[in-house]
């Protein structure tokens, strides 16, 4: 017979587990968070907001007609204002702006933004009303000021007053006279300084009026580089011999017509004679 008196042996009731502690500690914890929570809603956030969550620094690349101010303003971005500003909607409202093509805009350190953009650079003035600009692709500018515009060649026949700024023109003159603007700035030719006028009002023949005042008739289209380099040659040719030219026809084949001023040839001519 054993006598093993172990407590495994002993049928003691157990005892239940106060919940009275928990539910004091867990109605002190709530209270605590309250406190802390009320005590945190007093706190000056918004000053605190104002004063180190602003934009301390604004740095601008791109602009070349439109000054730095002004593209600030267009995106809302200014030194001081809200750091937590929607870049987003920065960069969506530089684009609205019709002499923007591309813009980006990035938080740059802690608390600066970078604002870099794309301006559209003129390449042909159009008519409208009074001159208007016209980009590479084709979108009518209105001059920033009024009266003064890029000194690029004007564009004549057509007239877009009807259009709003920022229009996309691609009717057969605007496509035209771009072309021209092109083949004229190409390495080989490097003509495109001494035209003031593109005259594409005649569907079959565009005219280019000189800066000197000479008229040159070319084809509707521009023609190939290789014609286009008799010209510049015949343009040379002419100014080293002092002589005015008032029509040059680029229309023929393997042909540059020069129809020179009168007064030019008699000039020439007299100073040949008292040499």
Do not use: C
Request: proline fraction near 5%.
């Amino acid at each position: 017979m054993g006598f093993y008196q172990g407590r495994a042996l002993r049928a003691e009731p157990l005892r239940p587990r106060s919940t009275r502690g928990r539910r004091v500690a867990r109605v002190f914890k709530v209270l605590g968070l309250l406190a802390l929570l009320t005590g945190l809603a007093h706190l000056p956030w918004e000053s605190w907001r104002k004063r180190f969550a602003v934009i301390a620094d604004v740095r601008v690349a791109g602009a070349e007609y439109l000054d730095a101010e002004r593209i600030m303003q267009l995106a809302g971005i200014e030194r001081g204002g809200d750091l937590l500003v929607d870049l987003g909607r920065a960069r969506q409202e530089l684009l609205l702006h019709a002499r923007i093509a591309e813009a980006d805009v990035k938080r740059r350190g802690l608390r600066g933004v970078s604002i870099r953009i794309t301006e559209r650079r003129p390449v042909l003035l159009v008519h409208h009303g009074v001159p208007w600009e016209l980009d590479s692709a084709g979108v009518l500018l209105a001059p920033l000021t009024a009266g003064a515009v890029a000194d690029v060649p004007l564009l004549t026949g057509p007239d877009f007053e009807s259009y709003p700024e920022g229009a996309l023109l691609r009717t057969s003159e605007v496509r035209r006279g771009l072309e021209w603007v092109h083949a004229l700035s190409l390495r080989e030719i490097q003509l495109g300084g001494r035209v003031s006028e593109i005259d594409v009002s005649n569907e079959r023949a565009t005219t280019l009026l000189l800066m000197n005042g000479t008229r040159v008739i070319s084809p509707a289209w521009p023609p190939d580089v290789r014609r286009l380099s008799a010209l510049r040659v015949a343009l040379v040719d002419l100014d080293q011999r002092g002589i005015a030219a008032q029509e040059v026809d680029l229309r023929f084949e393997d042909q540059v017509i020069v129809r020179p001023v009168e007064s030019s040839l008699t000039d020439v001519a007299t100073a040949a004679r008292t040499s």
